[in-house]
T-cell receptor, first 114, second 114 residues
Framework: DAGVTQSPTHLIKTRGQQVTLRCSPK?????VSWYQQALGQGPQFIFQ???????QRGNFPDRFSGHQFPNYSSELNVNALLLGDSALYLC?????????????FGSGTQLSVL | AQTVTQSQPEMSVQEAETVTLSCTYDTSESDYYLFWYKQPPSRQMILVIRQEAYKQQNATENRFSVNFQKAAKSFSLKISDSQLGDAAMYFC???????????FGTGTSLTVIP
């Protein structure tokens, strides 16, 4: 049973560029959430996608956008990169409707902005 | 917004001994879920244990147990018979029963001494 997979594992970009990160959820899961984990911090919620729509969003600017495809995979796009966007980006999947839905995480994409 | 506080940035324990990691949270809600996640060097967040706020009984998963004090808004993790593989960052997390967003603390780095 494949778990949550993310690509790429590492990425280096320069300020002002745009980046796309990808995530495939755990088999059977239909909901994808994205988190940003800065160095020495806990993960912070960016947004969640279900049925190809953004369902909830955290305190992140519009430069952060996403998409969910019919096969439940998801992309996170960040435009006009800033140095402060350097972080580990974690994708988590879950099954909607469970009262205590557990999040299953991928190993993340380490983004460095120079 | 809910906040989760982990006041111990680092902890250490001798192999086979017991260690307790602390977590407090702030919320005005009565129905929610609490989690402990482990993040080893592989970066993948792994669910250790979860607690439903409406349950008075403390959750237990093998060597891992929690002390949930709802009135004090405290949720500590006890690891018994510590093993070298327990070394990792541990994050406490909160999720409202009505929401999709997980709120994480800043983590506790656990070292297991052989």
């Amino acid at each position: 049973d494949a778990g949550v997979t993310q690509s790429p594992t590492h990425l280096i970009k320069t300020r002002g560029q745009q980046v796309t990160l990808r995530c495939s959820p755990k088999s059977g899961h239909d909901t994808v959430s994205w988190y940003q984990q800065a160095l020495g911090q806990g993960p912070q919620f960016i947004f969640q996608y279900y049925e190809e729509e953004e369902r909830q969003r955290g305190n992140f600017p519009d430069r952060f956008s996403g998409h969910q495809f019919p096969n439940y995979s998801s992309e996170l796009n960040v435009n006009a990169l800033l140095l402060g966007d350097s972080a580990l980006y974690l994708c988590a999947s879950s099954l909607r409707g469970w009262a205590n839905e557990k999040l299953f995480f991928g190993s993340g994409t380490q983004l460095s902005v120079l | 917004a809910q906040t989760v506080t982990q006041s111990q940035p680092e902890m250490s324990v001798q192999e086979a001994e017991t260690v307790t990691l602390s977590c407090t949270y702030d919320t005005s809600e009565s129905d929610y879920y609490l989690f402990w996640y482990k993040q080893p060097p592989s970066r993948q967040m792994i669910l250790v244990i979860r607690q439903e706020a409406y349950k008075q009984q403390n959750a237990t998963e093998n060597r891992f147990s929690v002390n949930f004090q709802k009135a004090a808004k405290s949720f500590s993790l006890k690891i018994s018979d510590s093993q070298l593989g327990d070394a990792a960052m541990y994050f406490c997390a909160y999720r409202s029963a009505a929401g999709n967003q997980f709120y994480f603390g800043t983590g506790t780095s656990l070292t297991v001494i052989p």
